[in-house]
């Protein structure tokens, strides 16, 4: 039930965004459709904390805000090498274990890990992402961990100590 | 072409009867440009990365991630221009949805090559030097 009112807010929200009409016709399509779209979530029984990931939307944010710092840090390094003219460049493949036992918090690590220049998560497997980075300095195991942790604290969960 | 959007955004501003200038307006154009700017950078970054990097794997970085930060800094860029309207709400989305998908169609390729068998280039890369004489 609380999902499926966080849902109808979401929604709600989306709508007028991207309609910015407030005519009674237009805003009873709105109701019309969200209630569809709720009702229809409902029958499938998908209405949980994976599908409405909202509940934590404020970590999310500041999950974000941490994640477009490393972005714009590892895109200074890449662009730095691709640009000097010798192009040192030292690709390596390495394996990141991961022990998220929850689908969202993997796809937003993997996510985190291809966000962040240098390194594209190549191959999901059940126990480990395997990863392809561009410079060796930045396959080191300690930063995946740190990122790991925080994308799984972002959408409300706790990464489990190995 | 930035000094002349600058002017043009505060020439705008300042159509009232006394001469002020609009520093507000100065700031937010200085602004978007300043952020428009830094994302053709990364954009031209980028598509020089893939012209010079060695091989499959590498330009996918170069090509995915360095045009990514520079379609989100053009984003930034309009947003700042369009101000609190409904305009730059939209570009908001689009920014966030920018943010979801873009890594997982770099995803998406480099886990096709990887399962097509496409060994990637592993090890140290330099190069090849101007004279040819470089391996």
Known sequence: MRFAFILAIMMTVTWLTLSGYFIPLILTFGVISIAIVVWMCARMRILDGETVPYLSSLQTVSYFVWLFVEIVKANVQVVKAVLSPDMEVSPTLVKIPINSEVDIAETMFANSITLTPGTVAVDMQPDHILVHALLEEMSAPEDFKEMGERSAWAVGFKAEES | ?135
């Open chain 2, 1 to 135: 072409m930035m000094l002349s959007v600058i002017l043009a955004a505060a020439a705008a501003a300042e159509q009232g009867a006394s001469f002020t200038f609009d520093w507000f307006g100065f700031l937010r154009a200085f602004l978007s440009c300043l952020s428009i700017l830094a994302g053709l950078f990364f954009v031209l970054a980028g598509t020089l990365g893939v012209l010079r990097l060695p091989d499959f794997y590498t330009r996918l970085h170069a090509a995915g991630m360095t045009d990514t930060l520079g379609a989100e800094l053009i984003l930034l860029g309009l947003i700042i221009q369009s101000g609190f309207t409904q305009v730059s709400l939209k570009l908001l989305l689009v920014a966030f949805f920018l943010l979801i998908t873009s890594p997982t169609a770099t995803h998406a390729i480099a886990n096709a090559a990887h399962k097509a068998g496409l060994a990637p280039k592993l090890g140290k890369y330099k190069a090849p030097s101007l004279d040819g004489d470089a391996s």
